[in-house]
């Protein structure tokens, strides 16, 4: 291309910058890059030539091409390094629009891709008289501010994970049930659980509104560790002994009950451990004298401090000098959860507290929840709370007046106590348990063995029991009929001839012919239907014995005998 000032040669690399109007023309500013001081230039937009656009080095992301008009008309193409795609050509992005809309009669938003092909009429005139509904989760009526409460809402869907809750209101949160909303705050909640009972373990939410009076209760503690952790949070703790515990370390004190135990701190201390020194944590504490133990003298401690390794289990309970009343608010203020309580006044504004009924109640946490204060129309003076975060609905804002007269709200009652299930309970622990590590091992003991070496091997001694052979019996224990047994000179010289040859096998005597009777058993009495039926049928013949169920009870005794005496001779 000829220009006023130089000439530009077919493969030039240009740079465009923008467009100008000089004079009466329009011309279109250009670098270019080919030369040293890389000069702009004017190019008329008259002129006609063949560009075309030359490759960048540049990589763009496809959020830079989508926020750009100017490169959607740009031709792209894959990092062959870095993406798997298989398209190896030049691409053409265009990015595709999204049309949200409410449909009448439906709930949830309606998505129109822009490059889907439909025709659309404007009926905006036509249906002045057609409400739309707009669907809002709990989440957007926590986003209104609280100016706009008192309204009456509609469920468009209920909870779906209704599952979580045991409370009464929750069978009525279906479709189409209106809802008067009276606002929405942060409210504070304990997490609370039962002591394992006939109905199983329960769970509860206590919201900070619980009007009933707590008395603290002792807490009990199976291992040193819990001692430990619970000491890290409660300073001056101090438990009793309700299990013997003997140690098998010389430098580790055994533990008897009743003993009194103060906890103090913790440190690492070395203790011989099967012999060996070892570095361990252990959890120091003040263990309380006996006055048997004690001495007359003025200057004898009351107290002596001992050590205890972290891995040593036992049984504790907490020893507690305080019996006063709490509010759960105070609770929550003075002391560090977790902790376990017994409720010695039942809340007056609740109809049936459920927490009066347990012997102990165990508060693990406290938690923030958002809630949503809701109440139905026909009670809205009895409120109760939603939690936004483990309640998944959605409503929709009606015209439907206040179930009151105008300017005369009723007074509020909020339950404060809502049952929870183990589901609830297990998720809960999921979202708020952090990694803690677990109490430490006891360390590894060396196996003894010198009660290997002295006590022999399984083997060995099947293998010495197979090749005892057994003492032959002495001829004063054989019976009188064996002891006078001789052998044959000819069966002792055929033996002698060929020793391995076996002894041939003498056949059996017969057995004598004569046939013994015996006499029915007189001392016990025959079945009764033995006795029907000898009643029906003829009586037996003379000389053939009478057999009944009685004459089994006895065996031939001297056939026996005859049998043993006769199977001894043949071998």
């Not at 057609?130 to 669907?135: A, G, K, L, Q, Y």
């Not at 009652?413 to 809960?428: A, G, I, K, L, Q």
Request: negative net charge; contains cysteine; hydrophobic residues 30%.
């Amino acid at each position: 291309l000829p220009l006023e000032s130089c000439s530009i040669q077919g493969g030039d690399v240009l740079t465009f910058l923008s467009v100008e109007s000089l004079g009466d023309k329009r011309c279109a500013r250009c670098q270019l890059r080919a030369y040293r001081d890389s000069p702009e230039v004017l190019i008329p937009l008259s002129y006609h030539g063949e560009f075309y656009e030359c490759v960048n080095d540049y990589n763009y992301s496809l959020q830079e091409i989508i926020s750009s008009p100017r490169l959607h008309t740009r031709r792209f193409q894959f990092l062959q390094k870095k993406s798997t795609n298989p398209a190896k050509g030049p691409l053409l992005l265009s990015p595709i629009q999204q049309v949200q809309a409410i449909m009448h009669l439906r709930k949830n938003i309606v998505k129109f891709p822009s490059n889907l092909e439909v025709d659309v009429l404007d009926v905006t005139e036509q249906s002045q008289d057609v409400s739309f509904i707009t669907p809002l989760s709990l989440e957007e009526v926590l986003s209104k501010p609280n100016e706009e409460f008192p309204t009456v809402y509609e469920i468009l869907e209920g909870p779906e994970n209704g599952t979580y809750f045991k409370c009464q209101w929750m069978s009525a949160l279906k479709n189409g049930q209106h809802l008067v909303l009276h606002g929405h705050q942060n409210c504070n909640m304990v997490l609370a659980s039962s002591i394992m009972g006939k109905k199983g373990k329960q769970h509860f939410l206590i919201s900070e509104s619980y009007g009933g009076r707590l008395r603290r209760r002792p807490r009990e503690f199976t291992n040193v560790y819990d001692l430990f952790t619970a000491s890290s949070r409660t300073s001056g703790l101090k438990v009793n002994v309700t299990k013997h515990c003997e140690s098998l370390e010389d430098d580790v004190p055994s533990l008897s009950v009743g003993e009194t135990l103060e906890v103090l701190f913790s440190i690492q201390k070395q203790l011989n451990c099967d012999g060996e020194q070892q570095i361990m944590d252990v959890l120091v504490c003040n263990r309380a004298l006996d006055e048997d133990d004690e001495d007359d003298e003025e200057n004898q401690e009351q107290s002596e401090q001992i050590f205890l390794p972290m891995y040593l289990e036992g049984n504790f309970v907490e020893k507690l000098t305080d019996n006063k009343k709490y509010s759960l608010v105070d609770i929550c203020k003075h002391f560090v959860l977790p902790m376990d309580v017994k409720v010695a006044v039942r809340d007056s504004k609740l109809e049936k507290d459920p927490l009066g009924g347990f012997s102990a109640l165990h508060l693990e946490e406290v938690t923030v929840e958002p809630v949503v204060l809701a109440s139905f129309p026909d009670r809205p003076d009895v409120c109760f709370e939603l939690p936004t975060r483990w309640m998944s609905m959605s409503v929709s804002l009606t015209n439907y007046p206040l179930p009151w007269l105008e300017q005369q709200p009723p007074e509020m009652h909020r339950e404060s106590v809502y049952e929870m299930t183990d589901d609830f309970y297990y998720e809960f622990r999921k979202r708020t348990t952090l990694d803690m590590p677990g109490p430490p091992r006891p360390p590894k003991r060396k196996k003894s063995t010198q009660r290997m070496q002295d006590k022999p091997s399984s083997t060995s001694t099947a293998t010495q029991k197979s090749k005892a052979v057994p003492n032959p019996p002495s001829m004063s224990t054989l019976p009188p009929q064996l002891d006078r047994l001789t052998i044959s000179p000819e069966t002792l010289s055929g033996v002698q001839e060929n020793p391995d040859m076996t002894p041939p096998v003498l056949p059996r005597k017969p057995g004598s012919q004569t046939v013994q009777k015996t006499h029915a058993n007189e001392y016990v009495q025959s079945p009764k239907k033995d006795r029907k039926k000898c009643k029906n049928n003829k009586p037996p013949t003379k000389g053939m014995a009478t057999l009944s169920d009685s004459d089994h009870d006895y065996e031939d005794i001297d056939m026996t005998v005859k049998n043993v005496q006769d199977s001894i001779l043949h071998y």
